[in-house]
Structure formats: C-alpha cells, structure tokens
C-alpha cells in the first residue's frame, strides 16, 4: 500500500507562487511514476504534471507549461509542483497521485491518492 499526503497549499494573489509537497510512504518510492492532478468546484478532476521514476521525464498540461514545475527526490521520496504565475483559474484541490512504473496523463491509470490540498488564487 502506498500512502501519499500533499501539503503546500493556500491563499495566494493572482501572479504568485506556491510549492505544494507530497510525501510518500509504503513502498519503494522509485518504482512509482508520479502525478498532479487538480478539481476544481464543479469540474472534473484534471491533469496538471507527471514525472517519471528517475525524473528524467517530464509532462505537463498545456497551461501549466511554462509555469509549473514538477521534480522529484528519490533519497526524501518527495515529489513537488512549484507553480509561479498563478491565476484565478489555477483555484482547485491538487492531488498527489501514484502509479507504478510509467508516467501518464489519464488519471484512471493512477492507483494511489493523495488526500488533496487547497489552492486559492484570488486578489
């Protein structure tokens, strides 16, 4: 079993930062790609960044490209979304998410969840 809690959320102005954190524990940490994910109130949970095992793949959404960053640290088994540039429309729960081996985008592919933190940008 693989137990995953993010943190790093908040309030923060429009064209901020936020560094959300999720720790993993339970299994070997670098068999597992990772991704975050994000719902906001009344939409669909959506895909935001992936990365690889090693870390040396990388995926992100169209409007997170350029903005957000996701990197990895194997020895801490943490993973991490450095998001700069925030907008409104960043607003939404972000969930840390698990699956073995290979990265995705497709959320049903994810077999471990995070509990979600909070992400509110507004002036």
């Known amino acids: 079993q693989v137990h995953l809690v993010e943190s790093g959320g908040g309030s923060v102005q429009p064209g901020g930062s936020l560094r959300l954190s999720c720790a993993q524990s339970?299994?070997?940490?670098?068999?597992?790609?990772m991704g975050w994910f994000r719902q906001a109130p009344g939409k669909e949970r959506e895909f935001v960044a992936a990365?690889?095992?090693?870390?040396?793949?990388?995926s992100y959404e169209d409007s997170a490209e350029g903005r957000f960053t996701i990197t990895r640290d194997n020895d801490k088994n943490m993973v991490y979304l450095q998001m700069n540039a925030l907008k409104p429309e960043d607003t939404a729960v972000y969930y840390c998410a698990a699956r073995p081996w290979y990265i995705s985008e497709d959320s049903a592919k994810y077999e471990y969840w995070g509990q979600g933190t909070q992400v509110t940008v507004s002036s």
């Open positions: 990365i690889a095992r090693t870390g040396g793949g990388t």
């Open positions: 339970g299994r070997t940490f670098n068999l597992y790609a």
